[in-house]
């Protein structure tokens, strides 16, 4: 692994990714600005000129209420888009990496989704990484890592980044006490990333998070007590949030088949311990 091609290079995964892999490989980082992956011609392009061992796609259209009034832009960044680039690295004879999300189940399981589940999508943002998903497996060397409520990196924005945010200011922060989730530390998923390129790990579909499984309200209540300081946390069900798309309620992705190839990773606690602490 010498070359490396990260789309997405300037969001909360992309860029940390960019930063890990930057010591020991040349990385040709591209943001949304620099590339539109949609665009066949110019992916098909870029990859040419670069010819990479790697191309990591971290570029994805994340507003999950806004993909069900456009959904020409979620099936452009998230499906059209992953085909486009993986089309463009199997002519490179690349290996693909491709991230996708816990949206393409139904929220309607009692235990963590194992990756044979089958997935069953509830709103167009699920429905358009669903597709990706099928689009970067046609490739033949190709890895679709599932991830879930990732946080830290840069830009902060995620929901664990809100709540933290929100805590350590005084505020009053509402999470759901009946969605339960299985976070995922953009540092642990890049090194994920990294450990299954670094020992050509069998290709195919994996859950990449965080081990254990917890409520959104157990995280506030987490970062609270790490903070060291009272906080006002209010526990709302997902049934009395108006959203325009429908979220899976328990969505909890088992990181098992990731274990069973050698990657562990670490409980969500310890990953919520090392974020707060070193931010």
């Given at each position: 692994m010498k070359r490396v091609v990260v789309t997405g290079a300037a969001g909360q995964l992309g860029s940390t990714l960019v930063a890990r892999l930057s010591p020991r490989c040349e990385v040709f980082?591209?943001?949304?600005?620099?590339?539109?992956?949609?665009?066949?011609?110019?992916?098909?392009?870029?990859?040419?000129?670069?010819?990479p061992d790697v191309v990591i796609n971290c570029a994805a259209y994340n507003d999950v209420d806004g993909a069900e009034s456009n959904a020409a832009a979620a099936l452009a960044a998230n499906s059209i888009g992953v085909r486009a680039l993986a089309r463009a690295a199997a002519s490179a004879k690349?290996?693909?990496?491709?991230?996708?999300?816990?949206?393409?189940?139904?929220?309607?399981?009692t235990a963590p989704y194992r990756e044979s589940d089958p997935p069953r999508p509830l709103s167009t943002y699920g429905l358009s990484k669903l597709l990706?998903?099928?689009?970067?497996?046609?490739?033949p060397s190709a890895y679709v890592l599932r991830v879930e409520s990732l946080f830290g990196g840069h830009p902060a924005k995620s929901s664990v980044d809100k709540i933290l945010a929100g805590l350590r200011a005084g505020q009053s922060v509402r999470v759901f006490h009946d969605r339960t989730v299985t976070p995922s530390f953009v540092?642990?998923?890049?090194?994920?990333?990294?450990?299954?390129?670094?020992?050509r790990a069998p290709f195919g579909?994996?859950?990449?998070?965080?081990s254990g499984t917890v409520t959104w309200l157990g995280i506030?209540?987490?970062?609270?007590?790490?903070?060291?300081?009272?906080?006002?946390?209010?526990?709302?069900?997902?049934?009395?949030?108006?959203?325009?798309a429908r979220r899976p309620q328990y969505c909890a992705l088992?990181?098992?088949?990731?274990?069973?190839?050698?990657?562990?990773?670490?409980?969500?606690?310890?990953?919520?311990?090392?974020y707060v602490g070193g931010t």
């Open positions: 980082p591209f943001t949304r600005a620099d590339l539109d992956i949609a665009d066949d011609e110019k992916v098909r392009a870029a990859l040419t000129s670069i010819a690349a290996t693909l990496v491709h991230y996708s999300t816990d949206f393409v189940f139904d929220g309607e399981a990706g998903e099928w689009f970067a497996l046609e490739v540092d642990d998923v890049a090194a994920a990333t990294e450990q299954m390129l670094t020992a579909l994996y859950h990449c998070v965080n506030a209540e987490k970062i609270a007590a790490l903070l060291g300081r009272e906080a006002e946390i209010v526990a709302v069900s997902v049934n009395d949030v108006k959203l325009r088992s990181n098992q088949k990731l274990a069973s190839i050698g990657v562990t990773m670490p409980r969500w606690e310890e990953a919520i311990e090392r």
